[in-house]
């Protein structure tokens, strides 16, 4: 395993998650952190001098972030509709993509984008941060090593409150609204329990919106041969929302109890007892890992992989099955 750190940049600071992992790269001992390019100049001036950005470099153009042949990756934190073209300009400079979500909602264009990488052996991993957080991936590995039984359903909600701004810069490019925001981390997990939906079902919704055109309240229902799935998200749930993961298979099932985040508490109900768990009901009390600490756990699985050539949490296809199904829901490719 090498001990070099590994110098990254950050281009675009517009995605909601762009300063939490500003924050991990400046503080993981395995980053050389050396500046962040913003195309927008109100944006830039908008943040510059605060918070994490306080004291970061800024590159006064993009190419002089990608000529720079010493940094290794660059995570790509523009807006939904600025980040796809990011991703493939840093594809293009030969470096590895800390990506957050979603990958667009261009189908084309992102398969090309991830095509790209794969010949030039490059790094992409999407921002799903519940795929690090302990509660999803000990629900997970239950259901994928058969402890539940078959699967039949899983339902995920996982609601928010966005303010008026906030639901007009989704509104500005996203017919999908807010299930094309945030259902990506939810159907991460659903997808890697049961695979690709043979159908997808979405109801878009207006029902209070701040803005014209915001489809701030969505359901979609996901079939598979066996089992079927359905996520729900509105943007104007009253906080703290109510945050919740189910999964139940003819074995047994596995709740997150909310809030799931930090979801320290998993109610795990058994036919039987095996594994070391009764049979019947019991809550299983789990470390609490945060936002943050789910971001700083991206990081490390994203330097193992691209330094230390560790396989990935997630490999290249299923990235792309969740970008497809995000876009199946959303409303924005007939499939």
């Known amino acids: 395993m090498s001990t070099s750190r590994l110098r990254m940049a950050q281009y675009g600071t517009g995605h909601g998650h762009a300063g939490g992992k500003l924050q991990s790269m400046q503080q993981n001992p395995d980053i050389d952190f050396v500046g962040v390019f913003e195309p927008n100049a109100e944006r830039r001036a908008a943040v510059a ?5 306080a004291d970061v470099k800024w590159f006064d153009s993009e190419a002089e972030m990608l000529a720079d042949e010493s940094i290794i990756a660059i995570a790509a934190e523009g807006r939904n509709d600025e980040s796809l073209g990011q991703a493939e300009a840093i594809v293009a400079a030969g470096k590895h993509v800390w990506y957050d979500k979603p990958a667009g909602d261009d189908w084309a264009h992102a398969q090309r984008v991830f095509a790209a990488a794969k010949a030039g ?34 339902r995920a909600h996982m609601s928010t409150f966005l303010p008026k701004e906030a639901q007009q810069i989704i509104a500005d490019g996203h017919e999908g609204g807010i ?11 659903i997808l890697w329990i049961l695979g690709r939906p043979e159908k997808v079902t979405s109801f878009l919704r207006e029902d209070g919106a701040l803005v014209p055109g915001f489809k701030c309240n969505g359901l979609g229902v996901f ?25 139940y298979g003819t074995k047994g099932s596995a709740i997150i109890l909310e809030p799931f985040e930090p979801g320290t ?4 109900c058994l036919d039987e007892a095996r594994g ?6 019991q809550i299983v009390e789990l470390a609490t890992r945060g936002r943050q600490q789910c971001y700083d756990a991206e990081l490390v699985d994203f330097i193992a992989v691209v330094r230390d050539g560790q396989a990935p ?7 792309l099955l969740v970008q497809e199904t995000i876009l199946r829901v959303a409303g924005e490719l007939r499939s």
């Open 49 to 53: 001098g605060r918070g994490v950005f």
């Open 121 to 154: 052996a490059i790094h992409i991993q999407m921002g799903y941060m519940l795929r690090y957080h302990e509660a999803f991936r000990q629900v997970t590995d239950w259901a994928r090593a058969g402890f539940l039984g078959d699967v039949f359903s899983v």
């Open 179 to 189: 299930l094309y925001d945030l259902s990506g981390h939810v159907l991460d997990q």
């Open 223 to 247: 079939e598979f041969a066996q089992a079927i799935a359905t996520v729900d998200i509105a943007a104007r749930e009253t906080r703290p929302m109510a945050r919740r993961f189910e999964v």
């Open 265 to 268: 508490r998993i109610r795990l």
């Open 276 to 281: 070391g768990f009764q049979q019947g009901e």
């Open 313 to 319: 949490a997630r490999d290249a296809e299923h990235e």
